[in-house]
């Protein structure tokens, strides 16, 4: 199992994410929250299934209920570093 370490502007875009998602979509509070905690839980499994998308190796893993993408990077085979999330609908971030 891998920790996950999530970078300052990862948390940022997170939270700045709940909050829009909690106020604005009352018939699933919860849908990003527990997009997310999936999404975290594949990661800290799964990290290096999803393919490369980027320089460096970056790579992502769709939120579908909420589309987002989470980027990030596989450290090493204990580590996972979390960089941004994204819109599915946006370009990708410059990371």
Same mark, same amino acid.
């Given at each position: 199992?891998?920790? /996950?370490?999530?970078?300052?502007? $990862?948390? !940022?875009?997170? %939270?700045?994410?709940?909050?829009?998602?909690?106020?604005?979509? +009352?018939?699933?509070?919860?849908?990003? /929250?527990?997009?997310?905690?999936? $999404?975290? !839980?594949?990661? %800290?499994?799964?990290?290096?299934?999803?393919?490369?998308?980027? +320089?460096?190796?970056?790579?992502?893993?769709?939120?579908?209920?909420?589309?987002?993408h989470l980027y990030y990077?596989?450290?090493?085979?204990?580590t996972v570093d979390v960089?941004?999330?994204?819109?599915?609908?946006?370009?990708?971030?410059?990371?």
């Open positions: 199992m891998r920790t /996950i370490e999530v970078s300052p502007r $990862a948390e !940022a875009e997170i %939270e700045r994410a709940r909050l829009w998602w909690f106020e604005n979509r +009352p018939k699933a509070p919860w849908a990003f /929250i527990d997009s997310l905690e999936a $999404a975290f !839980a594949r990661l %800290e499994t799964e990290a290096g299934m999803p393919p490369i998308v980027g +320089p460096r190796n970056l790579r992502r893993i769709l939120l579908p209920r909420v589309r987002f990077r596989v450290r090493d085979a204990t960089l941004s999330l994204w819109q599915s609908n946006r370009l990708a971030p410059g990371l």
